[in-house]
């Protein structure tokens, strides 16, 4: 059982990996024996993290704005200055935009889909090499980070973050079915409340949100490393295409 969960020798890359739910991840992985890539556009912030995370493992910043196609084939090729291959590809790097619908800009629409949904396909597509060569000797992973959102409507004005999430579950599915000849398996986790800078909510009103979730409580690391974990090894080999939602119980409860 061990063994069926464990990243141990394997490679991994996540953006949006210095804070949040990527450093939730990058944790998790480095902790089952992973060797860890985090990718953040703010350089200090990712630097900083790898250094924390350092200590669980092999723990390596490559910073870079992945917002443009340029910005992704340029992680791309810092990557592949460490590794030839890559086993593990987290999709994770995500922005969101508020504003009343006869107020909402153009900008809040092109930042937010060309990060959360342009990205995961544009940097999975530069690193299909990688992937592949990885997917010779055992299933390599992209798990895109998706959003409750995209599954079920939440009443703030998010127009671009939850379609761009629910166009990112169906884009899962889609390059799930292209990429599994290459013994590339795509999923995709769907999370409810956990607390980051993007959840400002989840993180500083910790007690009101509780009160909304049916489990009576937000995500912690665990929930959100454990999720990852599973679809990363082993044991989430036959998930293919598939969303995980981790969120308490709020979908359901939305109806």
């Known amino acids: 059982m061990n063994e069926l969960f464990s990243l141990k ?18 944790e998790g ?29 092999t723990c390596v910043s490559l910073p870079a704005d992945v917002s443009t196609v340029e910005g992704a084939r340029a992680l791309v090729a810092a990557y592949a200055a460490h590794e030839d291959q890559l086993d593990i590809l987290v999709n994770n790097a995500g922005a ?16 937010v889909v060309d990060l959360n949904l342009k990205t995961p396909f544009f940097l999975t597509q530069a690193l299909h090499g990688h992937l592949t060569k990885a997917g010779k000797s055992q299933v390599a ?25 629910a166009g990112l579950i169906h884009l899962t599915r889609r390059m799930a079915l292209h990429l599994a000849k290459d013994n590339i398996s795509v999923s995709a986790i769907a999370p409810g409340a956990f607390a980051s800078d993007m959840n ?34 082993r044991a989430g080999d036959y998930v293919v295409g598939s969303t995980l939602v981790v969120d308490g119980g709020v979908t359901h409860a939305r109806g």
């Open 9 to 26: 020798g394997r490679t991994a890359l996540i953006t949006g990996g210095s804070r949040g739910i990527g450093r939730m991840i990058a």
């Open 29 to 57: 992985f480095l902790k089952q024996g992973a060797r860890v890539y985090i990718s953040a556009r703010k350089a200090a912030a990712c630097d900083q993290t790898a250094a924390e995370l350092s200590a669980l493992g």
């Open 96 to 111: 969101a935009w508020g504003a009343p619908f006869d107020d909402f800009p153009e900008s809040g629409w092109d930042k």
């Open 141 to 165: 992973k992209v798990i895109n980070i998706a959003s409750i959102d995209g599954v079920s409507v939440n009443p703030q004005e998010t127009y671009s973050y939850a379609a761009s999430k």
């Open 200 to 233: 400002k909510d989840a993180r500083d009103h910790e007690a009101q949100v509780s009160a909304r979730i049916p489990a009576g409580r937000i995500g912690t690391t665990e929930d959100m490393a454990g999720a990852a974990i599973y679809l990363a090894s």
